[in-house]
T-cell receptor, first 111, second 116 residues
Framework: SQKIEQNSEALNIQEGKTATLTCNYTNYSPAYLQWYRQDPGRGPVFLLL?????KEKRKERLKVTFDTTLKQSLFHITASQPADSATYLCASNTGFQKLVFGTGTRLLVSP | NAGVTQTPKFQVLKTGQSMTLQCAQD?????MYWYRQDPGMGLRLIYYSASEGTTDKGEVPNGYNVSRLNKREFSLRLESAAPSQTSVYFC???????????????FGEGSRLTVL
């Protein structure tokens, strides 16, 4: 079955370091991947989209990569700040023309 | 600019009761969605409406009904609530149907439903 998976364990890092979150997919080839940020008690907010023919996308301190060989997307936050603490969700289209979400990875940035 | 507005924000129901979650968007988007979010399960699509006048089932439609009242509004109804429907419900909208097209989802703040 088609799956999109994120590490369910929280990622704890020190302020100023680069946070790297992983999204893996199996049994399908998405045309694109999206990343969302979700704060506690709030709805997800769109951050970035990367298409299958793009290796890398950047937006300010955010960088997303898409490796179709490894079937993986990496989401990087450089110079991380405590305000970056949140849950980050990846999503992709599937062969059934739907958008499916991973379970999210919680990021905690300590001062 | 309110974006996507959901009501109510919190609701407690007894098993067997019915209720409707309301959603409205002011971005003139064509497509609207209802998701539920449960711990460890991620966001799962319940129903969606590609455009005004159409609705389709998502991944977990059982126990729910929807109505696309007009371009702005998309409601989710629980006819006979069950404890398994305890969840956080999110309404979302997009300019075009995501999955088929690239495009971002705009989410509401969520409705937290508890069924006793």
């Amino acid at each position: 079955s088609q799956k999109i998976e994120q590490n369910s364990e929280a990622l704890n890092i020190q302020e100023g370091k680069t946070a790297t979150l992983t999204c893996n997919y199996t049994n399908y080839s998405p045309a694109y991947l999206q990343w969302y940020r979700q704060d506690p008690g709030r709805g997800p907010v769109f951050l970035l989209l990367i298409r299958e023919n793009e290796k890398e996308k950047r937006k300010e301190r955010l960088k997303v990569t898409f490796d179709t060989t490894l079937k993986q997307s990496l989401f990087h936050i450089t110079a991380s700040q405590p305000a970056d603490s949140a849950t980050y969700l990846c999503a992709s289209n599937t062969g059934f023309q739907k958008l499916v979400f991973g379970t999210g990875t919680r990021l905690l940035v300590s001062p | 600019n309110a974006g996507v507005t959901q009501t109510p924000k919190f609701q407690v129901l007894k098993t067997g009761q019915s209720m409707t979650l309301q959603c409205a968007q002011d971005m003139n988007h064509n497509s609207m969605y209802w998701y539920r979010q449960d711990p460890g399960m991620g966001l799962r699509l319940i129903y969606y409406s590609a455009s005004e006048g159409t609705t389709d089932k998502g991944e977990v439609p059982n126990g729910y009904n929807v109505s696309r009242l007009n371009k702005r509004e998309f409601s989710l109804r629980l006819e006979s609530a069950a404890p398994s429907q305890t969840s956080v419900y999110f309404c979302a909208s997009s300019e075009v149907l995501v999955g088929v097209n690239t495009g971002e989802l705009f989410f509401g703040e969520g409705s937290r439903l508890t069924v006793l």
